[in-house]
């Protein structure tokens, strides 16, 4: 098998096929089909991702990871999103776009509280950073997080965030001192059923199982 020269170790090897195995039981044709169709989030193969302990794959050990390499989470991905791209996403948004900012950025509550219930598969992350201006110069966005003394207060929009119509936090990116340019960025942990926190999934023309979404 032409994959094998690739220089992978046997463990790499032994995930891939482990994986491939598992969502092709999970995720059949039919079964990705109806998903699709119902613009519905993968919900089942993701609790089984979370039942034989994938979710903790890239996390350190000592917050309950197991210390996946770079190229063991790529071997990871790449076996997942050969099987439906849409489990990928599914993955990606919280387990890595959520979850590794929990893990390095995150305060004692969000790495020993948070993050064990996202391992267990009962917390779902996404990320909103890109906005209507535009996403890859992330200096240029415009939502603003203010401090009330007690709270962080946000304004602004999100446009293209995968996955946060079934988020439970999501990762925001906003200015916290407009004048000092990508110095005055910040991000911080919304609970999406925050008041006044607005989802609205997009009508994308593929890839309906992990839906991106504005949020306002
Ligand atoms: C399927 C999908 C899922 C996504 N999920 C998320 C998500 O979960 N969270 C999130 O925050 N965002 C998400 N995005 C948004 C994504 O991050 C942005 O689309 C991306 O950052 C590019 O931003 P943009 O589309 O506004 O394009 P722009 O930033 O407007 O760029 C348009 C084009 O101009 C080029 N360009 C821009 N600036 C320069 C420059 N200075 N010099 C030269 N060329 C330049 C770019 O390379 C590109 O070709 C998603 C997008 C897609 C398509």
Redesign the pocket.
């Known amino acids: 098998m032409p994959y094998k020269s690739f220089g992978f170790t046997d463990h790499q090897l032994m995930i891939r096929d482990t994986i491939i195995r598992l969502m092709e039981r999970e995720l059949p044709p039919e079964k990705i089909d109806a998903l699709e169709k119902a613009s519905a989030y993968p919900e089942e193969a993701f609790r089984v991702l979370a039942e034989e302990g994938w979710l903790a794959l890239p996390y350190p050990e000592e917050l309950g990871g197991a210390a996946a390499t770079y190229k063991d989470m790529a071997v990871f991905i790449e076996a997942l999103a050969y099987v439906h791209p849409g489990i990928t996403?599914a993955y990606m948004?919280t387990v890595i776009?959520g979850g590794m900012q929990l893990a390095r950025n995150g305060n004692e509550w969000m790495r020993n509280e948070l993050l064990p219930q996202l391992i267990q598969g009962r917390l779902k992350m996404?990320?909103?950073?890109?906005?209507?201006?535009?996403?890859?110069?992330?200096a240029q966005i415009n939502t603003r997080a203010v401090s009330d003394g007690n709270d962080w207060v946000l304004s602004g929009q999100?446009?293209?965030?995968?996955?946060?119509h079934v988020a439970d936090r999501i990762v925001v990116?906003a200015k916290t001192d407009p004048d000092a340019g990508r110095h005055g960025m910040s991000l911080l942990l919304v609970d999406t059923k925050a008041a006044g926190v607005d989802i609205r999934p997009m009508d994308?023309l593929g890839?309906r199982t992990s839906l991106?979404n504005e949020i306002f």
């Open positions: 996403s948004t776009y996404a990320i909103a950073m890109s906005e209507p201006s535009g996403g890859s110069d992330l999100k446009v293209y965030i995968t996955n946060a990116a994308s890839r991106p």
